[in-house]
């Protein structure tokens, strides 16, 4: 058999190629290692040429063989009303495709697996995902009525019969292509979507093995489409990123969990050799997973951690190091330090909003995982168990996140800030940005994804969200920062005020630094400096909780009105006359949802290399109060550009805060 390459340049594919010369096997017994323990009546049947009887023989092996699954226990189903209602409609040829894609399309009688609805490839691609067999197949479990069993089958022979595999040649799909050329094979096999039904597949096998429908025939069918999958997945690796994540722990459920098949153990060495090359090269040292992506940073921890118990229920949990262990550890104190109060995390990248039963069933998991973290412990219990973290701030250095907080409770104030080095394709052009958690509220959110890819115009739907104007940092003329590689230059924590000063060279000639001060574990004060011979407009973005702002455009101010009184007052001090614009706000919570917010920009015209500096003040107000009076500014005779120090004097009320910082930076 040939090497099938597959070349994907870009995380979500700006092109695809699948080159292949590999051939089908022509039978079961082309691909089954008769030599594998418990398969001796099934040789000797063979041998003798008892070909339909030796069919038969491995069937019943299947059936008594051990349901030892990390995932699933077919004793114990339980069936969600959603479980219900999804099987139900995949059983009218309704398929739940995504939680975005709702309600679910209808794909035919004669189903069409190439219906294209919404001209998203994302849809497209998470048809070939099949969600909606598993709740069958639980629902089965669970009534044990045939008629799921016999959709299941008609639809799994019905994929196979009209999604054919790569044949001989190429197929290539680059991103301004009219959507409606694209190669169905490029969605159909896509190596993400082979490994979900990979793993899929490892539990819709036991779910319908003892049916009276699952019989010796489809058994034989069912196992050469599986082979096809881990053949295709093991010689069409993506090169990198979360994908890659993915791909190398399902080959290892499929090593795993068909031990009998010939490319069985090829499959299973090849899954447990990238995780473990993967863990080094994706994770920082810090714990944080380079995609830079909350969300994703998740799904590399679940990768990780199913990969694992899938070793230690096969046995073979020896041939992942400590080091694989204590990696996965860190990562989840990345996750305790971002996540705030109410059990959700930053919408940076690509993230998505998560719900805090979700968040809170992570932690359980991780508990299990790591009985004897207690920090661990105290988050999966819903903070009831054990005292908090002993720290609040914490920096990640290496993957560029940065938690200020002054407590753990719901009535904490938490901000977290994400700078840090360039990352892949659910990365944003947004180092600076932040969010802001005060006693429940978002002031701050960072806009989300709203899209993935797609046609021209969901393109441009996505690409809204990801300009560097829509978060809350700052722009030379509107444009999107050219380099995202910001650097720490100072992290300092004491009992008063926390301090974090990071830089990054946003444009050619304009570097973009930024300290911020947790002033009495309180408020905040930001210095946006822009250095360099740029000019043109400078302008720092705020992106503000829903709900309505009081403009104030000649002091540069604004102030949030929420009724319950916990509000906020921002204003701005700027080196140059500057002016204040209202500007299109969103949020996406989830993909193909937004919700309108105001968002504001303050900018200058910088005219020379000469440095323009922004201090921004956020202020906690309460139950009403007048907007407090403020003001700012940087002392005159440490102005100079790129200074190893900084102080500033802020007045809040005729009370002087000194801040600054002088160190070797």
Known sequence: MKRIITIIISSFLSVLVFASEHKDADNIFDIINLEYKGLEKVKSLYLQGEITKAKEALLTYYRNKDANHPDINIDSIIVSEADQRIADQGMEHKFYVHEAYQPSYFYGKDINWEYWPVKENELRWQLHRT?????????????????????????????????????????????????????????????????????????????????????????????????????????????????????????????????????????RKSG?????????????????????????????????????????????????????????????????????????YPLFSDARLTSKQRLLNDFKQFAGFFPENKEIKYWASDKLVGPPPAHLSKAFKHGGFYTLRNGWDTQSTQMVVKAGPSAFWHNQPDNGTFELFIKGRYFFRDSGSYMYGGDEETLKKRNWFRQTSVHNTLTLNNENIKTTQSKCLLWQTDEDTDILVVENQSYPNLKHRRSIFFVDHKYFVIVDEAMGDATGKVAVHYQMGEGDLIYDHNNLKVATQYKDGNNVAVQVFASQPATMREEEGWVSYRIREKNKRPAYSVSVDKKNKMSSRFITVIYPTANNEPLPTINAQILTEEKSPSSQKMTLLVTIENKQYKLGYNHDI
């Not at 299941?152 to 790569?166: E, L, R, T, V």
């Not at 694209?182 to 049916?211: C, H, Y």
């Not at 053949?231 to 459920?253: D, K, M, P």
């Not at 995780?275 to 090269?281: D, G, I, S, V, Y």
């Open 272 to 344: 447990i050799h990238v995780l473990n090359r993967e863990l080094e090269k994706q994770v920082y040292q810090d714990g944080v997973h380079y995609e830079l992506d909350p969300s994703y940073h998740l799904d590399a921890i679940h990768i990780f951690m199913q990969a694992a118990r899938m070793a230690k229920a096969k046995g073979f949990e020896k041939e992942l190091p400590r080091s694989y262990f204590y990696t996965i550890e860190k990562m989840i104190d990345f996750v305790m330090n971002i996540t705030f109060p109410d059990y959700t």
């Open 131 to 267: 969600k909606w067999w598993l709740p069958m197949g639980k629902v089965y479990q669970l009534t044990k009525d045939e008629k799921y069993v016999k959709e299941w089958i008609y639809q799994y022979k019905d994929w196979i019969k009209k999604n054919p595999p790569p044949s001989k040649g190429k197929i290539s799909y680059a991103a301004n292509q009219q959507v409606e050329k694209i190669d169905n094979a490029v969605f159909a096999w896509r190596p993400l979507e082979v490994g979900q039904r990979v793993e899929d597949q490892t539990m819709l096998f036991l779910l319908f093995l003892k049916s009276p429908n699952f019989k010796a025939d489809f058994l034989e069918i069912f196992l050469l489409n599986y082979n096809r999958h881990g053949e295709h997945l093991i010689n069409n690796y993506s090169e990198a990123g979360n994908h890659l994540l993915f791909e190398a722990q399902r080959l290892l459920y499929a090593g795993s969990c068909f031990p009998e098949l010939k490319e069985a153990p090829k499959w």
